[in-house]
């Protein structure tokens, strides 16, 4: 098993599994559910609706690439549900002891991508979340951690929950007593590990001031990404935002007290 970190100094959370030696076992009574649509494969240790799960990941992929360019390709993703958490953690936790601080969690090998987590109550938003992960890692040869997570908070939401998010209030009053989400500081956290529930939030609230305070915004989310995709390696997404568009991050905070989801925006808006 390899962690991996991208060597640009940009760091992913992608953890990085060589072989998962027995996963998900092919043939096996284990798996109540075992079906392919398309590249996506799903086993379950319990009934679940498929027809749902496919319908919701799938609105993830297009509004992904719609906001941000971010597209599926083609590799396999395997998503591999438990009935329990007691099961989860007995299937996953000698080969990926990572697994036990999460509900969820998402592995890469190769081209196949595989994404593990248990029946609760938030098994779909968990399912979002992680399949988002799986298309960052996709796309781009690396991501920053601030982005991949602030990117994987926002789309495990259906879009009609956004406004509704209890992380919403709380940026917006912070916000208004003058405390906001600073890019720098995200942009120094190390690792996964050390995020805790507030540099998840700042993340998902800099992720909505990208994708929705103009179009001018989301133009800039969308360039950083593509150089990603290309391979080229623009540095730091707050100084390549100052030399593209100097003005865009001095507007982050008026944002922040709003926290607004518009569904467009007006042509002549920046
Ligand atoms: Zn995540």
Redesign the pocket.
Known sequence: MTWCSSGTGLRT?LICVLTLCCVPAGGSDRWVVQEQRGSLLMYSEFEVDTERITAELSEVDSELAETTGIRATEGRVEIVLFASRQSYLQYLSASVPQAAARRAIFLKNGEISQIYAYNSRSLVVDLR?EMT?VRVHQHMPYAPLWLD?GL?EYFEEEEAARPRSSRREAVRWKARVGISPTLSTLERIPSAESMGAEEYRNSWAWVCFLINDSAGSRQLLQGYVRQIHRGEAPGKFSEYAAAENSGLLSRANSYFRKMTFPLTFVSSEE
């Open positions: 959370l979340h992960h997570e994987a």
